[in-house]
């Protein structure tokens, strides 16, 4: 058998550095953080100004499990050498997304060219003629899934339901705008796969604790870093 090649472990991107997933976490909290600068007037009104950024933090609870499943979790955080290192985080789709509207396959094609900076993005391959907007129950798409286009690694969330056409093209609000533009040759990620996240862990340091029947527990936090 050849000798292991660890060059994946030292690539300068996160190519190949994959967090394990043999165990499904139980919980996902979410987090979503948006800068905004606020200052108060002498009338007390407020004055607001978003950064326009954007980031996810993802907090994971596992089940109690046993040294052989634990030991992965453990190398890996050591080969990441703690936040040093991106990775990739395929987050369960089933945790983290609705799937009663998009729950399928199907390929999902930007229709023109958009811009950075903008936030309607208009997407081929959905249901006709459904209804958007707030308090919709049938859209093409809901407002609150995450999405991403195959062209970066940025996630984004959808900020309202959106409606479709005849032709099954919808116009997705998303938040925050678009970091990369993208053409009429992008595509959405599948929304019946797990969601890969390119991540960083929230610490330099993993905890985790054993009890009599050794049986471990873990808990371990995470931030999006959708460009190295």
């Known amino acids: 058998m050849p000798l292991t090649n660890y060059q994946y472990l030292d690539n300068v991107d996160a190519t190949g550095r994959e967090f394990p997933v043999h165990i499904k976490p139980t919980k996902i909290q979410v987090s979503i953080e948006q800068p905004t600068l606020t200052s108060t007037t002498n009338a007390l009104t407020t004055q607001r100004r978003s950064l326009g950024a954007h980031r996810i933090q993802l907090e994971y609870t596992y089940p109690p499990m046993s ?25 369960p789709k089933e945790l983290i997304n609705d799937s009663t509207h998009i729950a399928d396959g199907s390929t999902h094609t930007s229709t023109g060219t958009t811009v950075i900076g903008q936030r309607e993005v208009t997407v081929s391959g959905f249901p006709v003629n459904k209804t958007g907007g707030q308090g919709a129950t049938d859209p093409a798409i809901k407002g609150g899934n995450f999405i991403q286009f195959n062209n970066h690694d940025k996630i984004y969330v959808v900020a309202e339901n959106g409606g479709s056409d005849g032709s099954g093209n919808c116009d997705i609000r998303i938040e925050p705008g678009l970091l990369t533009a993208i053409s009429s040759s ?12 390119h991540a ?21 936090k995470f931030i999006e870093q959708w460009t190295d």
């Open 67 to 91: 040294a052989d499943d634990m030991q992965p979790f453990i190398a890996f955080f050591n080969a990441m050498q703690g936040q040093a290192k991106a990775f990739n985080l395929r987050v």
């Open 200 to 220: 960083i862990f929230a610490a330099s340091s993993i905890e985790f604790d054993v009890n009599s029947a050794l049986l471990y527990g873990f808990k371990v």
């Open 186 to 197: 992008t595509v959405l990620n599948n929304f019946d796969e797990d969601i890969p996240l």
